[in-house]
């Protein structure tokens, strides 16, 4: 049974389109994150919520709009999709940590590989 | 704000034999995290190996060791007997007080056969 599970896997979709990205998790954790990686496998942390509130929000452009209906789920929404949103998207599962002290570990979906054509 | 740097894009080692991927970073903190982390081609992110930076003592998993210089800020992963498996793309990260993970660039690792 897959612990973060990510759909859809692969999307491609035309500039100016909106989607949606979903993620789940069973884990019963508290915490989740989207993360992007580019092109060049930089990978970076983009939204972090911790029972459904915002915790983490990174310098994203507003296009990007998380959304966490209950703590297993936290959507990815990207309006008006760019060539530079092309990336691979990941989201994360973990129970939340005490700052710099005590880190749980991060479970990570499998990823979904958008192209923006 | 933390960074975490891997100097090195890419490094190829013999099967069986032992390789070592560096890994620097600068941080102003005493209490956080490092990780070493494994993309493999399937894209799945894998944790490798974890070192709390309180410990002394370097943090070991079956063939994966660190050596960790908290004083220069110096975090290198250790790959004994590499296996063909081991290829993939390793991560770098730290976790501190801003509670992200901050990843460095990666490095490609190729096993030969």
């Known amino acids: ?117 | 704000a933390q960074t975490v740097t891997q100097s090195q894009p890419e490094m190829s080692v013999q099967e069986a034999e032992t390789v070592t991927l560096s890994c620097t970073y600068d941080t102003s903190e005493s209490d956080y995290y490092l990780f070493w982390y494994k993309q493999p081609p399937s894209r799945q992110m894998i944790l490798v190996i974890r070192q709390e930076a309180y410990k002394q003592q370097n943090a070991t998993e079956n063939r994966f060791s660190v050596n960790f210089q908290k004083a220069a800020k110096s975090f290198s992963l250790k790959i004994s007997d590499s296996q063909l498996g081991d290829a993939a793309m390793y991560f770098c990260a730290y976790w501190g007080a801003n509670s992200k993970l901050t990843f460095g660039k990666g490095i490609t690792l190729s096993v030969r056969p």
């Open chain 1, 1 to 117: 049974d897959t612990a973060v599970s990510q759909t859809p896997k692969y999307l491609v979709t035309q500039m100016g389109n909106d989607k949606s990205i979903k993620c789940e998790q069973n884990l019963g954790h508290d915490t989740m994150y989207w993360y992007k990686q580019d092109s060049k496998k930089f990978l970076k942390i983009m939204f972090s919520y911790n029972n459904k509130e915002l915790i983490i929000n990174e310098t994203v452009p507003n296009r990007f709009s998380p959304k966490s209906p209950d703590k297993a789920h936290l959507n990815l929404h990207i309006n008006s999709l760019e060539l530079g949103d092309s990336a691979v998207y990941f989201c994360a599962s973990s129970q939340p940590g005490i700052r710099g002290v005590i880190y749980n570990e991060q479970f990570f979906g499998p990823g979904t590989r958008l192209t923006v054509l």
